[in-house]
């Protein structure tokens, strides 16, 4: 599976000191039940899908590429952070375009050389 992490991943609070030993244990696609990942979702007519970590070790992801822009505990922390990611793209753009504010923030990231 090719992962990718947004730039300014959300990550629950009670993770954020485990947070780069979660995205490695990702990187390897190992089991993390109480892991659940906020992705880009694929089509364009959604902007989030959310995973279960157990979820990606089917074999329909071997080569699925995701955009992770969440990392949570459990369903209901994602559908939270989910809620977060959204008051706060609206509050700074007084609209609701995730996708296009998520993505124009990874590409001036990724110019910037980070």
């Not at 990606?56 to 559908?79: N, S």
């Not at 793209?89 to 980070?114: H, N, P, V, W």
Request: with cysteine.
């Amino acid at each position: 599976m090719r992962i990718k992490f947004y730039c300014d991943l959300y990550v629950s609070e009670c993770w954020q000191k485990k947070k780069e030993r979660i995205i490695k244990r990702l990187k390897q696609n190992r089991l993390q039940p109480q892991v659940y990942v906020i992705a880009l979702s694929q089509g364009k007519q959604n902007n989030m899908e959310i995973f279960s970590s157990v979820l990606l070790k089917q074999h329909i992801f071997r080569d699925a590429g995701l955009f992770v822009v969440g990392i949570a505990d459990g369903y209901d922390e994602a559908l939270s952070i989910i809620t977060a990611i959204t008051d706060q793209i609206y509050k700074e753009t007084a609209d609701a375009d995730i996708r296009r504010f998520i993505l124009d923030r990874q590409e001036e990231y990724e110019k910037a050389g980070r």
